[in-house]
């Protein structure tokens, strides 16, 4: 119990005779350095990291989309980046020139900088974000083949390039007529989910 006592992080990081200001900057950054560790160490093991530190805080804003854009960067990495980066260069900026004035100011323009940066990197991770949906109608005017006949008065099933990919679709023929496999269609209309095609 008396080394526990004894036990001090900042006098074991350099800091034990440190002013008040420069206590400030190390402490900021030591606790965004853990959180950031912690924050990556559970997005390794399986992505749970948004989920647990938007919970124990009531953030919003790490997943989700839609949320208005002028509150990215108040995501739980962008306050992880403005504690780490206040700290740091505040505490440097310290070092450098012992002026508390500049120190504060150059530590806070790192930490909004940071901040906006990091809102900026998810905006931009979203924009490149797709979930691969196609709208069914992007299919009129595409061509193909018939991959299942498609009988009379029926449906079956016509390969057709759309959407930046071959898919394997129901078709039915617009005329009610029998187009056989490997037959070339081009499709006119769809019913739902279903495609209506013609022979080209």
Known sequence: MGLLDSFDIFELLGFGDATGLEMLFAASALVGGILFLLWFALMMIGGVAADIFEGLLGMEGVGDLGADASFKALTFQGLMAFLMFFGL???YTLKSTETSTIAIAVGGA???ASMYGTGKL???FITLQSDGTVAISEAIGATGSV???IPHNGAGQVQVNFGGSMRTMNAKSHDDAEIGSGEFIEVVDTMGEILVVKRK
Request: glycine content about 16%; charged content about 10%.
């Open 89 to 91: 260069a505040g505490l």
């Open 110 to 112: 790192a930490g909004f």
């Open 122 to 124: 998810f905006q931009l």
């Open 147 to 149: 991959y299942l006949r």
